[in-house]
């Protein structure tokens, strides 16, 4: 028995540093990749990296997950790799890359499937790169939009690859950068609305029996919450099945 597991933790430790080696190959080729197309462009040279390591930098002082640290690192490095396909320059000589985005991420698409990437990630960081020059702007209607469309977390790895895109080229004003902690804080408040919304109608569709025996074990701090996702006032006791609320005088008991 005790032969058996210890070649079973040998088999388990060797299979880990196999995927530890390929993970570490993958993102030396994707590096490369990046530099490699970087150096075409004076202008570019280094970008990719730069923004690889201000985004993922944002993400780790954010406490993001190492699967949320991984995409938005490999969308960094990737991000602009359709530029040089795409450059036109106009009568005064200024240079242009339309359409990069869509570009990029198709190329990364190939990239990260040539690299045998997990499915997961590389359907995840192409469309953070097929994206990446999406307004993300402070409003919180466009951001109820923006959210219905990626969902949380890609949102927020969206914002840190602009973030990073933008405060990596050391040409970003100020007022710019300063947006992104003001836009996190509004799809914060968003995020909480959607979620008072939603218990408010897991609530309301309870059946009444089961909304007394909550409230007849609440504690006064519970019904505090149960009023506020419910939106009665503060001297109120709500009619769960009408959602109406009957004003509570100060000598009722």
Do not use: W
């Amino acid at each position: 028995k005790d032969a058996l597991e210890e070649a079973r933790r040998k088999e388990h430790e060797a299979q880990e540093e196999d995927r530890r080696n390929q993970r570490s190959l993958f993102e030396q080729t994707a590096e490369a990749l990046a530099t490699a197309i970087d150096a075409k462009d004076a202008y570019t040279h280094g970008h990719s990296i730069r923004v690889a390591m201000y985004s993922t930098q944002i993400a780790r002082e954010a406490g993001k997950s190492d699967e949320e640290y991984e995409k938005v690192y490999f969308a960094a490095l990737l991000h602009d790799v359709g530029k040089p396909a795409c450059f036109t320059q106009d009568s005064d000589g200024r240079g242009h890359f339309k359409g990069h985005a869509k570009v990029s991420a198709e190329l990364a698409d190939h990239i990260l499937l040539r690299l045998k990437a997990p499915s997961a990630l590389r359907q995840q960081v192409t469309e953070l790169i097929a994206n990446h020059m999406t307004p993300l702007e402070q409003d919180k209607k466009l951001l109820r939009r923006r959210l219905g469309k990626f969902g949380q977390s890609q949102l927020e790895a969206l914002l840190l690859l602009q973030e990073g895109d933008m405060g990596s080229k050391g040409t970003g004003k100020p007022e710019e950068l300063d947006q992104f902690p003001r836009i996190r804080q509004l799809l914060k408040e968003v995020l909480e609305e959607l979620y008072v919304d939603d218990a408010a109608d897991i609530v309301e569709e309870m059946p009444a029996n089961v909304v007394k025996r909550i409230l007849k074990h609440a504690d006064p701090e519970m019904r505090h919450s149960i009023n506020q996702i419910l939106r009665y006032p503060e001297n109120s006791a709500g009619s769960i099945m009408t959602t109406e609320y009957v004003s509570l005088r100060p000598n009722m008991t």
